[in-house]
């Protein structure tokens, strides 16, 4: 499913590249970029009223959630979770996961979504650049939320499934280093200039997917990553404010490109202004 297609066409009017001129992304990373909390961790309730966890597995995803809020997601904290959420899906219904997604989505996830972040994808849709949500969460998750958002592609973590059922390992982990792989393959693919593109990030995890584009820019950063920034000259920003997404964004691009492993990937200016006013505010 490829929605390239849809480029140019309607509500959105995007600007059309001239030919032979190469092409702009803007990468995001999800949980605490664009919204505040883990995307997979989020649907722990819904997760529980659809019978797929106990109570105390809630209790679990809670307290997970709450030190990574606290600490940010360094690599001993990703790991953790990365063992939490892959323990507590295995023999999952990967049909039911779906349906709960997408029947609790905008009900989870509109309350987390940061305006700042809104607004930022549209300026870049405004600007006729692809928008590529990279998140580590499974793809069953970040690519309902990127439809959402009216990003072009995806790139997350994919699970083992066989006969229908998650087997608990993983074929794909869109994390650190894997992050960036994954992106030149899709530059690659989709023709973008990655030293003309942006990426968006809060953890000092994902520097080799920052380091990669030409405009990198530590959004909500870690400490690691703050300091990291300093030295390097890289732009820093803010986001806190939410946003009912249902009001706010335009009809959603016709569909989005969900990658992971195999043979795809391994297989505005008013809301710029105003980020740029809050990284000055933080700075002084």
């Known amino acids: 499913m ?11 009017h995007r600007a059309a590249y001239p030919s032979g001129v190469a092409r702009v992304a803007a990468f995001f990373d999800l949980d605490k970029t664009i919204i505040a909390k883990s995307s997979v961790l989020a649907f722990g309730r819904p997760f529980l009223h659809g019978g797929l966890i106990t109570r105390r597995s809630v209790l679990r995803s809670a307290y997970v959630q709450f030190v990574f809020a606290l600490s940010g997601a360094d690599d001993d904290q990703m790991q953790k979770m990365r063992d939490h959420v892959t323990s507590m899906c295995t023999g999952w219904d990967v049909a039911q996961v779906g349906e709960i997604v997408r029947e609790t989505l ?19 849709r405004a600007q006729g650049h692809d928008v590529v949500l990279v998140s580590a969460s499974g793809e069953e998750v970040v690519g309902p939320i990127g439809e959402m958002l009216g990003a072009d592609h995806v790139i997350a973590t994919s699970m083992v499934v066989e006969d229908g059922i998650y087997t608990g390992e993983i074929s794909f982990y869109a994390y650190g280093p894997n992050k960036a792989i994954a992106m030149e393959q899709l530059a690659k693919t989709k023709g973008y200039d990655l030293s003309a593109s942006y990426a968006y990030s809060d953890s000092s995890t994902d520097i080799p997917m920052l380091e990669l584009v030409g405009h990198p820019t530590a959004v909500n950063p870690d400490r690691a990553l703050r300091k990291l920034a300093v030295e390097r000259g890289w732009a820093t920003a803010t986001f806190s ?23 795809g990937v391994a297989a505005g200016a008013l809301g710029v202004a105003a980020l740029l006013r809050r990284r000055r505010a933080r700075d002084r």
């Open 106 to 124: 905008h009900e989870i996830i509109d309350p987390l979504v940061y305006d700042e972040a809104v607004a930022l994808i549209e300026h870049h």
């Open 241 to 263: 404010l939410a946003v009912p997404l249902r009001q706010r964004l335009r009809p959603a691009a016709p569909a989005v490109t969900v990658l992971a492993a195999g043979a």
């Open 2 to 12: 490829d929605s390239d297609s849809g480029a140019g066409q309607g509500p959105r």
